[in-house]
């Protein structure tokens, strides 16, 4: 077994950031700016923004936060983020989920330029993905074919199985397995949390990623020896000995798994940190083409 480190490779391409940034800067005055939009106290999303900011401050990015109450409306939410279109110095925007059970994620999700959606969870950027053509791929998913690809696992030709179908992670990590590329052309299984017998697919699997978000849902019996196992699940629990304090899990029995595997990313230090990696990446991207396009109607080639 190998571990398919998110921490090493994250700094890798950090470095690879900056040096671009300092490129873009010195040719044309312009810094990349990310605008994230907070709403509420949730506190796993105050962590993962707080580290958002933080990783463009390393890279050399403006970034601001926009902190939003738990009770804005819909509406307020909305003409915010129409704020953020027209502002010409931000280049990407991001709504972090979960947002409160008032305000559909979805009618959110549509207000963002498609050209800013650094997050490319936009119907445009989603449709521009299926089809092969440039577009912000989601952040999470993004990361883990960039670490497929760095610790070059061969994936054409292999059975795929995605366990979750959520369209932040399960679904758009299905199209990028499926599509003819490198990471790709993949034979995909997508199952979710309530597919019958889910050990039936998981356990055919040569590459199988899992994002259901409960501790331990894959076991051992569950895995076919020599697979890549990659754990996309952030489970916090209260430690047993201090009681005080939470330790994380993924979703994948790590213990019990890992020798049966060839490769898997362990949790914490594996999907998560290349998530913060290929949203940072989005955003350069985004910088770069607003600065090429910036008079055109569609930002993308
Ligand atoms: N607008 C978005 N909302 C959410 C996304 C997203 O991509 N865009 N994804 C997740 C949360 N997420 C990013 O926002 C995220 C999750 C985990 C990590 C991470 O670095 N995890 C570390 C552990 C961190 C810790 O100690 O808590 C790891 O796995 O090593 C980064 C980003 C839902 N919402």
Redesign the pocket.
Known sequence: MQLLD?KIISEKFKIKISEEVVAMRKNSGKQPHLAAVLVGNHG??E??VA?KMKNCEIVGFKSTLIKLENKISEEELIKKILELNENNDIDGI????PLPAHINPEKITECIDYRKDV?GFHPVNLGRMQRNLSSFI???PYGIMLMLEEYGIKTEGRHCVVVGRSN?VGLPMSILMARDSNPGNCTVTLCHIYTPEVKLHTSQADILIVAVGKRNFITADMVKPGAVVIDVG?NPEISRQTKTGYK?YGDVDFDKVSSKTSWITP???????M??TA?LKNTLLAAKQRLLYADEVSLMA
Do not use: M
């Open positions: 998110g796993a999303s962590t993962y580290s991001i709504v972090q989920l997050d989601p952040a999470t932040i952030i994380l949790v914490p230090g594996g999907v998560g940190p998530t913060i949203l």
